[in-house]
């Protein structure tokens, strides 16, 4: 069968969707209960602070993956270190996770839990899963490859460039918001498939594991 690719020119329509849209309606709601009205100069100066942040989280030995991950996520780790310096630690943390779980699902739902005429089924799933990881954001992460059978989709995230670009930007642990996102957005695709982290503890690089283990299965429907 010919490769499946991304329509690139939805997937910019998706972005530019999220951009304009999303982040700054979760940029308020998180940082609303943290710094009041203060929050809306903190959001303007957000991307004037960004050029000087740029410069201290990048490293000489960053490759071009990694770089593409900072960059976007560029005024998350800016976020992340204003409000540690002013709020400490915690507070950032708090802010800048649930930030990022809110957007990853966000994005996730757009790419992979579509409306009408889409039937959510499990080839439709795996085939846009796989070309996202071909070809869209999560390249930038590195896969083992993907083991197959009738019934099972398994693989391992070998390097996670996200985790590297937060722990350079100041906290590695606000990738975690992203493993949660997997966990709520996969599970909510279909009656018939269920996503889970596979058998041993801990699960993802982001909690502590050397690789991150993704498993969809597929429930058979009972016949009748």
């Not at 609303?32 to 960004?50: E, K, Q």
């Not at 770089?67 to 780790?77: D, H, P, Q």
């Not at 994005?107 to 899963?129: C, K, N, S």
């Not at 070809?135 to 995230?157: C, Y």
Request: with cysteine; proline share 5%; net charge positive.
């Amino acid at each position: 069968s010919m490769a499946y690719h991304l329509d690139i020119r939805r997937e910019r329509l998706r972005r530019l969707r999220i951009l304009v849209l999303v982040v700054p309606r979760l940029l308020d709601r998180h940082l609303a209960p943290v710094l009041g009205f203060w929050r809306f100069p903190f959001m303007i100066t957000l991307p004037f602070r960004a050029p000087r942040f740029a410069r201290l989280f990048g490293r000489p030995s960053d490759d071009h993956g990694l770089r593409e991950v900072k960059r976007t996520f560029l005024l998350v780790g800016v976020l992340y270190n204003l409000l540690s310096a002013t709020k400490g630690n915690a507070t950032a943390l708090k802010v800048a996770q649930g930030f990022l779980f809110d957007l990853a699902n966000a994005v996730q739902r757009q790419a992979y839990l579509p409306g009408p005429p889409h039937p959510r089924d499990w080839d439709w799933f795996h085939r846009e899963h796989e070309a996202q990881m071909r070809e869209g954001f999560i390249r930038n992460n590195e896969n083992s490859g993907i083991a197959q059978t009738p019934d099972e989709v398994r693989l391992e995230i070998v390097r996670c460039r996200f985790f590297e670009a937060f722990r350079d930007m100041g906290d590695a642990a606000m990738t975690e918001a992203f493993c949660r996102s997997d966990e709520v957005v996969f599970n909510e695709y279909s009656q018939e498939m269920r996503f889970h982290r596979g058998e041993i503890s801990p699960d993802t690089i982001a909690r502590g594991a050397k690789r991150c283990q993704f498993v969809y299965v597929r429930l058979r429907k009972s016949a009748g």
